[in-house]
């Protein structure tokens, strides 16, 4: 069975800076697209970076030059380091798997975390 | 930049009825959509991808539709287990996601 679980999200001071950890298990995770997903109180979804299987990397602007992607194949890990916080960077942060349909990497996201809350405030 | 917009924003019906929700892009997206259901306090379920595909496990009462900038998603007799919040979603260009559709119970 896949599963994804995040972990290390918390209070924080804005411009201060955080790092979210999504422990991968069931797949390896270098032969996956992993992409983080945001979602603020109350508010709809927003993507904030994925990693494809090459190690790409991509970012939207609202978070371009502030947050970085990166994974740890030994431990099966992807992450997500956040610098630079604003307060309209607080929401739960889901990271979750790209889905392969066997022949193709399509990109709906069929494999999600249960989210770890990020909350930037003074 | 994509833009999707989903209609309604809230939806009232009642247990057995047919459901539709469209999403609209912005520009062409060809059919690399995909819709989820979320339910309070849990993450998104995937529903279908490549806008009429069924996900694995998902009951046939879900079906999608469409192509270019125009998709439906259809539940076609709606269960108690069903009023939640659900999302489109485009992968034509990065990933955006609609605002949402809320099917509360009327």
């Known amino acids: 069975e896949v599963q994804l679980v995040e972990s290390g999200g918390g209070l924080i001071q804005p411009g201060g800076s955080l790092r979210l950890s999504c422990a991968v298990s069931?797949?390896?995770?270098?032969?996956?697209?992993v992409i983080w997903v945001r979602q603020a109180p109350g508010k709809g979804l927003e993507w904030v970076s994925i990693?494809?299987?090459?190690?790409?990397?991509y970012y939207p602007d609202s978070v371009k030059g502030r947050f970085t992607i990166s994974r740890d194949n030994s431990k099966n890990t992807v992450f997500l380091q956040m610098n630079s916080l604003r307060t309209e960077d607080t929401a739960v942060y889901h990271c979750?798997?790209?889905?392969?349909?066997?022949?193709?990497?399509?990109?709906?996201?069929?494999?999600w975390g249960q989210g770890t809350m990020v909350t930037v405030s003074s | 930049d994509i833009q999707m917009t989903q209609s309604p924003s809230t939806l009232s019906a009642s247990v057995g009825d047919r459901v539709t929700i469209t999403c609209r892009a912005s520009?062409?997206?060809?059919?690399?959509l995909a819709w989820y259901q979320q339910k309070p306090g849990k993450a998104p379920k995937l529903l279908i991808y490549?806008?009429?595909t069924l996900e694995s496990g998902v009951p046939s009462r879900f079906s999608g539709s469409g192509s270019g900038t125009e998709f439906t998603l259809t539940i076609s007799s709606l269960q108690p287990d069903d009023f939640a919040t659900y999302y489109c979603?485009?992968?034509?260009?990065?990933?955006?996601f609609g605002q949402g559709t809320k099917v509360e119970i009327k």
């Open positions: 979750a798997r790209v889905k392969y349909t066997g022949t193709y990497t399509s990109g709906a996201l069929d494999i």
């Open positions: 069931g797949v390896t995770v270098s032969n996956n697209y």
């Open positions: 990693i494809y299987s090459g190690g790409n990397t």
């Open positions: 520009q062409s997206i060809i059919d690399r």
């Open positions: 490549k806008a009429s």
């Open positions: 979603q485009q992968w034509n260009n990065y990933w955006t």
